[in-house]
C-alpha cells in the first residue's frame, strides 16, 4: 500500500495533532501560534487538493482503517463529493484562521487564544471525518466531537450572551445527538451493521420484518438531522449561538459546521436507505414541507432583526433549507443543487460574516440602522459584504444563482411547481433584507465622527474580499464544479434512494 493511500486518514490525525500541540506551543512560545496554524491550514490545502486530483484520476477509493472488513472495522470512502468538499473544508478554514490570527484577540483573552485555535483544529478533524465516514457509529462520535469544540469556540467570548447561546447550543443539539444514537442502535438491532453499504443491504428485510423499528429510526434520525441542521422549528439554538460568538466562530459554524451534516444527511438519504423504504415512507414530503417552512420562515425572521449578525443567523435558517429542499426531490438536478449550494454558501456566508465582523471590529456598531454611510468608508469591507449578499439574493452571474436554477430545475423536473412559488417569495424576501444594507451603506450619509471610521488592516479585509470574489469566481467557472459534482450525483444515485 502506498502513502498516498492513508491520506484520508492522514488529514484527520494531523488535525488531531495539531489540536494538541497548539496549548502547549501557546504556553511556551506565543508568537509562534500564528505561523503554526496558518501553516497547518496551508498543509490541510495540499492534502485536500492532492486527494481531490488522485480521486479524478483514479476514481472513488475506500479506505478500511486497520485493514479489517468494512461490516466489522471501520470503513471511510473517498469519492468526488468527500474530495470536493474536503477541498473546501480546507480552503475555507484556511481563510477564516488568517482572519482569526488578526482579530481574535479582538474578541477573547490573550491567554485563550492557544485553547481556541486547538478547538479550531478539533473542529475541522470532525467535519472532515463526518464526510469520510461511512459507518453510522464513527459518524456519531465525530458528531459528537464536533459540538464539544463548536459549544467551546461560542463559549470562549465569557459573555452572558454567548454563555446562554452555547448552552442552548449544547442541550438542543445533544437532543438531536440522542434523537440519532437511539436511531443508530434501532437500525443496528435490526440489520446488524453499521457500515453504510452494509445496512444498506439489509434494509429491505429490516422493513419487511420489523417495519415500526425501521420507521422509528428513519424518525428519529429525521429529527435528530432537522435540530443538528436547524431546520424550522428546530432552528431555536442556531440564532442566539451565531450571533453571540466570535466572528471567526460564526463563520465557521454557519458556513462549514451545518453544511457538513446537510451532507451527512444526504449520504444516509442516498446511500443507506433503498428506494422502497422511500417509497414506504413519507420521508421526501416530510423534507420538502420543512424545508418550504424553513425558506419562507427563516427569511421572514431576518427582515425584522436589527442586529447585523442576527439577521446573518436567521438567513442560514433560510439557506439551509434550500438544501434539504433540493435534494428530497429525489432527481438528479435537486440532488446536484442541494451539493452545489454546500460549496456556494460555504464562500457567499463566511464572506458575509468576517465582512460584518470588519463593520463591528472597526466602529462597534451591529444595529443595521446606523451602518449609513459606513460602505464609504470602508470600501473593500463592504463590496465583499455587497457580493455575498448579491449571490445570496441570487443575481446571476454570482454563485448563488446557479444554486437556485440548478434548484428550478429540480423542482421542475419533480412537476411540484408550488416550491417555485416558495423559491420566488423566499428571493424577493432575500433582496428586502439584504439591499437595504447595500443601499444605506454606499448612498446613505454617514451619521457617525467620520474621523472614527475607516477601513480595517488588509489582514482582515482581504480573507472578505477574497471570498466576495470567490463568489463571482465560481458563478463565472460553473462548469468546474459542476463537472464533479455531475460524477458526485450520479454516485450517490446509483448507490440507493
Sequence with gaps: MSITEHLPIAIVLFQLIVAILLPLIHKGKKKFVPPVVIGAAIINIIISSFSLK??????????????????????????????????????????????????????????????????????????????????????????????????????????PKSIQ???????????????????????????????????????????????????AAV?????????????????????????????????????????????????????????????????????RSLAAISILFGSFFAIVQTDIKRLLAYSSVSQVGYIVLGFSFFNSYGLKASLLHIINYAFMKVALFLAAGNIIYATGIKEIDQLKGIGRRMPVTFVAFSLGALAMIGIPPLNGFFSKWYLALGILKSHMPIYLIVITISTLLNA???????????????EINSDEVKEVSPNLYLPAILLGIGCLVLGLGINWPMKIIDQAANTLLMMGG
Design 165 to 215: 447561546g452555547g448552552f442552548n447550543y449544547l442541550i438542543l443539539n445533544a437532543i438531536g445527538s440522542s434523537c440519532i444514537l437511539l436511531g443508530v442502535g434501532m437500525i443496528y438491532q435490526v440489520t446488524g451493521y453499521l457500515n453504510f453499504t452494509w445496512v444498506a443491504k439489509n434494509i429491505d428485510t429490516a422493513l419487511s420484518n420489523y417495519s415500526h423499528v425501521v420507521t
Design 432 to 446: 428586502s433584507y439584504y439591499l437595504p444594507i447595500i443601499i444605506r451603506g454606499f448612498f446613505y450619509q454617514l
Design 54 to 159: 488522485q480521486i479524478l484520476d483514479q476514481g472513488m477509493s475506500t479506505y478500511q482503517l486497520g485493514g479489517w472488513p468494512s461490516y466489522f472495522g471501520i470503513e471511510v470512502i473517498f469519492d468526488q463529493i468527500t474530495a470536493l468538499i474536503t477541498l473546501l473544508i480546507s480552503f475555507i478554514f484556511l481563510i477564516i484562521i488568517c482572519y482569526a490570527v488578526k482579530g481574535i484577540n479582538k474578541e477573547i483573552n490573550q491567554e485563550q487564544i492557544g485553547y481556541y485555535f486547538s478547538l479550531f483544529f478539533l473542529l475541522t478533524a470532525a467535519m472532515y471525518g463526518m464526510t469520510m465516514a461511512f459507518d453510522i457509529f464513527n459518524l456519531y462520535v465525530f458528531m459528537e466531537v464536533s459540538l464539544l469544540a463548536s459549544v467551546g469556540i461560542v463559549v470562549i467570548k465569557n459573555t
Design 219 to 287: 424518525a428519529l434520525f429525521t429529527v435528530g438531522f432537522s435540530l443538528k441542521v436547524a431546520l424550522f422549528p428546530l432552528h431555536v439554538w442556531l440564532p442566539d449561538a451565531h450571533s453571540s460568538a466570535p466572528i471567526p466562530s460564526s463563520a465557521i459554524l454557519s458556513g462549514l459546521l451545518t453544511k457538513i451534516y446537510c451532507l451527512v444527511l444526504i449520504r444516509i438519504v442516498y446511500t443507506v436507505l433503498s428506494f422502497e423504504v422511500l417509497k414506504v415512507l413519507p420521508l421526501g414530503m416530510i423534507l
